[in-house]
């Protein structure tokens, strides 16, 4: 009988794993441009994280909820899975349309402020709820490193 696949899991492990590609790409084809990283770390740090959150939530957010010790939320969390699909097929026309360095800052810059609240909400449902999982745990630490990655290109790519 073949195994049944945790969405939740499947889906973590791929917004990082495309996270970490993709922050490598962005920094190797900038090669030391900042402008040049802003343009494609915009890009794939958005579709990796607003893009694959914005899937998980719009098609599997029961599972994803539970990952986290949370009730399913069906109407809220396609709500949210909205607006972080509109980021992600945002960045693709802005890197698509190559609208410059102040389009790519602006996206990346709405997609981080996003996922910095969310990572609130992670921290205050651990810390007030005493819900010690791994998602709520781990979100505030990996944003924090998400920021820290993006603030060179960010600070040097659009002046």
Not at 76 to 104: C, E, H, P, R
Not at 113 to 118: D, N
Request: proline letters at 3%; a neutral charge; glycine letters at 10%.
């Amino acid at each position: 009988m073949p195994q049944k696949i945790d969405t939740a899991k499947f889906f973590e492990i791929a917004r990082y794993a495309c996270l970490c590609v993709g922050i490598f790409v962005a920094y190797l084809v900038g090669g030391g441009d900042a402008t040049k990283t802003l343009h494609y770390l915009s890009f794939l740090v958005v579709i990796s994280m607003a893009g694959l959150t914005g899937i998980e939530g719009m098609f599997f957010g029961a599972s994803s909820a539970r990952s986290m010790g949370r009730e399913p939320s069906p109407e809220y969390q396609k709500q949210s899975a909205g607006g972080n699909l509109a980021l992600a097929i945002t960045a693709i026309i802005v890197f698509a349309m190559d609208w410059g360095a102040f389009a790519d800052a602006t996206i990346l810059i709405a997609t981080l402020l996003f996922f910095i609240f969310s990572a609130g909400v992670h921290t205050w449902d651990a810390v007030a709820n005493k819900n010690m999982s791994v998602k709520n745990i781990m979100r505030p630490v990996l944003t924090l490193l998400i920021v820290g990655v993006c603030i060179w290109p960010l600070a040097w790519g659009i002046v």
